[in-house]
């Protein structure tokens, strides 16, 4: 569901207070100084997408700090993805400094103190999202904030102009279908950074978090230990010793990454009209018998079951926005 914050509505002595207030209640706890020399203004425009929160902010320029004060008395368990719109701004984390220009991004961790510092006036827009939905992804965060992702080029370039434009959109999209949006975004913005994160040449135990990103956007294909060592540039044995560090195996992770996006298709109202195993062969399996007994052992129930209970539950809702827009349509009479 949409809000709007805007100083517009408050009065001129009220509206700092009033900003603080919007940005500490939408993101974290911070401090605000904002430029002296020019009237002050903001507006916050917040939407959920998925499990994440995706807003627009517009305001004077100014610093904003987070320190372990603020940490301390409120801890947020989140992190932040800034993508420039307007404006210029200076991010500092982890003893790093990014120079952010229109339509670079970078991310910003809430459990660590930063300092932001906005040149002029300014537009961003901030995806918030829990840790976890980036853990097995992307892993630590350290080795990522405050790094210039370029918006212009590469992975930057396909997800940048994307993020900018769906604040004009997400009111037309359904609940479900931002699910799925989401789960795009985020798999977009790990591979950027991770991309990004070669160049820099991160720790090697990023290596894994590397592996699984390959892996994730090769299920369709038939992919064996040696062909995902050989193009992660890694030795069979080095590979399956990462992932025994996690206590699974390489090959037994690609089989629950398969069923996992089996899963997500099966129980997207989107994709109802494709052929479960038209879904099962886009994963990676090749045996429609082996892929429903694997199915059901993980998730308790077959395939076709999980595509009926959605299927009942899209007719439910159906009926009952049916029944509602029924009970309240205009009579007869005022159209006559």
Known sequence: MSRVWSTSEVHPRDRLA??????????????????RDRPFFGELRRDTLGEARFSKVTSVGGV????????????????????????????????????????????LDGTRPFKLTYEGNFAQIVLQMPRAALLHRLGATENFTATRIDGNVGVGGVLSPMLRVLPLHLAEIPDATR??????VL????????ANGEEARVPARMTLVRAKAWIEMHLSEELSAECIAARCNLSVRHINRLFAREGTSLMYYVWGRRLARCHRDLTDPAMRHRPIGEIAFAAGFNDLSHFSRAYRAHYGNAPGDARRAMLATLHHVSGAALSTWGAHRPSAWMFA
């Open 18 to 35: 009033y900003w603080v207030d919007a940005v500490c209640d939408t993101f974290l706890l911070v401090d605000f100084n904002p430029q």
């Open 64 to 107: 904003v700090t987070r320190s372990s004060r603020h940490i301390g008395h409120a801890g947020a368990d989140v992190l932040c993805l800034k993508v420039q719109l307007t404006g210029h701004s200076l991010f500092s984390q982890d003893g790093r400094e990014a120079v952010l220009r229109p339509g670079d991004f970078a991310l």
């Open 179 to 184: 699910e799925r949006i989401a789960g795009n």
């Open 187 to 194: 798999d977009l913005m790990a591979t950027a950074l991770l």
